[in-house]
């Protein structure tokens, strides 16, 4: 679809199917956020919270989404950035936290992990495949996109490290794989800064 001034216009959002969407995969995150929280703190998995911290912020950044569904590119822009910072926060929280847990003793229980990563990983992919068709958006939607996306490789990592955690007794698979995902939130924190900070940049510049 071509936009205005030959710019190839990215999709921003406004769709009643899309939005319907958001809301169910709004609904999904918020329900894991509780179940695997609880879990987390159960089976005393570092890897099991950082993924449900990740569930809480996806649901909260999905909502900032369909606030900003068809405000200016500059303000969606603006709440891309504020998505980006947040993750970004997550990522050194997760990393800061799996550093301090190196140093406390502790297994974590395999069983519980498994269980809960392979109910979340079904939650997530049933995220991403309500959100697939909406990849290739604007910075806020595909901020979106890429949050799911980030969810369903986590769940499929919390497993591993389940699987590691029962075959070695230890809690070092659970502490990589939670490092692991710290370093994913940064990845795409930048991805989604440097892209809205691209697109303020292209609204600014046709406003004067």
């Not at 001034?5 to 406004?14: I, K, L, Q, T």
């Not at 570092?46 to 990740?54: G, H, P, R, T, V």
């Not at 998505?83 to 069983?111: D, N, R």
């Not at 919390?158 to 990589?176: C, K, Q, S």
Request: proline share 1%.
């Amino acid at each position: 679809m071509a936009g205005c001034c030959g710019h190839e216009a990215r999709f921003d959002g406004v769709s009643a199917a899309y939005k319907r969407r958001l809301w169910i995969v709004i609904a999904i995150n918020a329900g894991m956020f509780a179940v695997e929280m609880g879990a987390g703190q159960m089976a005393g998995s570092q890897a099991l919270k950082a993924d449900a911290l990740d569930f809480l912020g996806d649901a909260l950044t999905y909502g900032i989404s369909l606030a900003v569904i068809g405000a200016s590119l500059s303000t969606r822009a603006l709440a891309a950035l504020a998505k980006g910072i947040s993750l970004l926060l997550m990522g050194m929280w997760v990393f800061g936290s799996t550093v301090y847990h190196v140093f406390v003793l502790g297994v974590p229980q395999a069983e519980v992990m498994g269980v809960i990563g392979f109910m979340a990983l079904a939650a997530n992919v049933t995220s991403v495949l309500l959100l697939a068709a909406y990849k290739d958006g604007d910075a806020n939607v595909r901020s979106v996109w890429l949050c799911s996306r980030n969810d369903a490789i986590g769940n499929v990592a919390v497993m591993i490290a389940a699987l590691g955690v029962w075959g070695t007794a230890t809690g070092w698979p659970d502490l990589i794989v939670a490092g692991i995902m710290a370093g994913l939130f940064l990845n795409s924190a930048w991805q989604i800064l440097v892209q809205a900070i691209q697109e303020r940049r292209e609204d600014l510049a046709h406003q004067h």
